[in-house]
C-alpha cells in the first residue's frame, strides 16, 4: 500500500497563477483533509470531507477550493494563488473506525 | 473554540537528558489528545495517544498522562538521542462530527546534541 500520496512536492507559482495540489490514498479511508503548514502556527485546516461527494470548510478556507468526486482523491484548487498561500500543504486520511489521522509527505509551495 | 497551547521556543537537549514539552488544551466536550511527530523532509506521524481522562499513551520511549484537572497532556521521555531531533505537534479531535478535523499546537523544535 502507498497510503497517502501528495502530488507535487515542492511547487513555485507568481502570483495569479492556478493550480491543484493532488492527494491521494490506497487506505479506502472515509474521511480526507487538507492541512497548510506555517511557521510558529502548526498545521491548521482548510477543508475537510466526510465521505465521497461531501466537503466542508476548516479553519482557513478562503482562498481554496475543493471536490471529492472518489474515495481516493481529494484535490486542493488554488484558483488564483497569493504570496500569503506560499506554505507546506499536508493531506490526511482517518478511517471512521478511529480518530488517528494518517498524513501524506506534504508539498512546499512558493509563491512570489 | 477548541484550541491546544504548547511550550514555545525550540528546546535543545545532550543526548540521555530528560525531555519535557508541555501542551494545554482547551475543548468543549471529552476530546482525544494526540502526540504527532514530524522528522526533517517528513509528513507528520502518530507518536501517542490517549483517548479519555487518565489513560496514558506510551510510544518509542516516549509518554504522555492525559490530565482531565488541568487540561494537560505533557510529552516526556527519560532518555533522549540524537534521532529523536524532530518537530513535536500536540493536538486533539472531539471526534463524533468532528471526525477529519484535529486542532494543532504551534509545534515544538527538538534538538539533541551528541
Known amino acids: 500500500n502507498a497510503g497517502v500520496t501528495q502530488t507535487p512536492k515542492f511547487q513555485v507559482l507568481k502570483t495569479g497563477q492556478s493550480m491543484t495540489l493532488q492527494c491521494a490514498q490506497d487506505?479506502?479511508?472515509?474521511?480526507m483533509s487538507w492541512y497548510r503548514q506555517d511557521p510558529g502556527m502548526g498545521l491548521r485546516l482548510i477543508h475537510y470531507s466526510v465521505g465521497a461527494g461531501i466537503t466542508d470548510q476548516g479553519e482557513v478556507p478562503n482562498g481554496y477550493n475543493v471536490s471529492r468526486s472518489t474515495t481516493e482523491d481529494f484535490p486542493l484548487r488554488l484558483l488564483s494563488a497569493a504570496p500569503s498561500q506560499t506554505s507546506v500543504y499536508f493531506c490526511?486520511?482517518?478511517?471512521?473506525?478511529?480518530?488517528?489521522?494518517?498524513f501524506g509527505p506534504g508539498t512546499r509551495l512558493t509563491v512570489l | 473554540g477548541d484550541s491546544v497551547t504548547q511550550m514555545e521556543g525550540p528546546v535543545t537537549l545532550s543526548e540521555e537528558a530528560f525531555l519535557t514539552i508541555n501542551c494545554t488544551y482547551t475543548?468543549?466536550?471529552?476530546?482525544?489528545l494526540f502526540w504527532y511527530v514530524q522528522y526533517p523532509g517528513e509528513g507528520l506521524q502518530l507518536l501517542l495517544k490517549?483517548?479519555?481522562?487518565?489513560d496514558k499513551g506510551s510510544n518509542k520511549g516516549f509518554e504522555a498522562t492525559y490530565r482531565k484537572e488541568t487540561t494537560s497532556f505533557h510529552l516526556e521521555k527519560g532518555s533522549v538521542q540524537v534521532s529523536d531531533s524532530a518537530v513535536y505537534f500536540c493536538?486533539?479531535?472531539?471526534?463524533?462530527?468532528?471526525?477529519?478535523?484535529?486542532?494543532f499546537g504551534q509545534g515544538t523544535i527538538l534538538t539533541v546534541h551528541p
Open positions: 475543548a468543549t466536550g471529552y476530546p482525544s
Open positions: 487506505m479506502n479511508h472515509e474521511y
Open positions: 493536538a486533539l479531535s472531539e471526534g463524533g462530527t468532528s471526525y477529519g478535523k484535529l486542532t
Open positions: 490517549a483517548t479519555k481522562a487518565d
Open positions: 490526511a486520511t482517518q478511517t471512521g473506525t478511529t480518530d488517528t489521522q494518517y
